[in-house]
Nanobody
C-alpha cells in the first residue's frame, strides 16, 4: 500500500525558512506528478507548488512565488518544499501528494495519494 509521509513542519517565526520533506514508499511508479498543498483553518485545500512528472513544468501559487521552491529526488522518491521568508499567512497544514494520471496542475482533485499533513505555524 502506497504511503506518503511529510516531515519538517513546526513552529517558526516570521522571516524564518523551513524545508518540508515528503517520502513515498511502496510506490512502484517511476512517472508521476507531485505537489505541495496547504489548508489553513476554515479554508479549502489549495495547491501551492506542483511539478510535472517530466519536471518540464512547475507551478507556484501567487502567495508563494519567489519564496518557495519545489524539488525532488526521483531515485529516492522524495520531494521537498523549501519555504523562505515565512509570514503568518503561511500558517497551515501542508500536504504532499502524487498523481499517476495527468492532473490539472496543482488542482487537489487530480492527485491520488496524499500524506497526513504536517503543521506549519508562523508567529510574528
Amino acid at each position: 500500500q502506497v504511503q506518503v509521509e511529510e516531515s519538517g513542519g513546526g513552529l517558526v517565526q516570521a522571516g524564518d525558512s523551513v524545508m518540508l520533506s515528503c517520502a513515498l514508499s511502496e510506490f512502484d511508479r517511476n512517472y508521476y506528478h507531485i505537489g505541495w498543498f496547504r489548508q489553513a483553518p476554515g479554508m479549502e485545500r489549495e495547491g501551492i507548488s506542483c511539478i510535472t512528472e517530466s519536471d518540464s513544468s512547475t507551478f507556484y501559487a501567487n502567495p508563494v512565488k519567489g519564496r518557495f521552491i519545489i524539488s525532488r529526488d526521483k531515485a529516492k522518491k522524495t520531494m521537498f518544499l523549501q519555504m523562505n521568508n515565512l509570514n503568518r499567512e503561511d500558517t497551515a497544514i501542508y500536504y504532499c501528494a502524487a498523481a499517476t494520471r495527468t492532473p490539472v496542475l496543482c488542482r487537489p482533485d487530480g492527485y491520488d495519494f496524499w500524506g497526513q499533513g504536517t503543521q506549519v505555524t508562523v508567529t510574528s
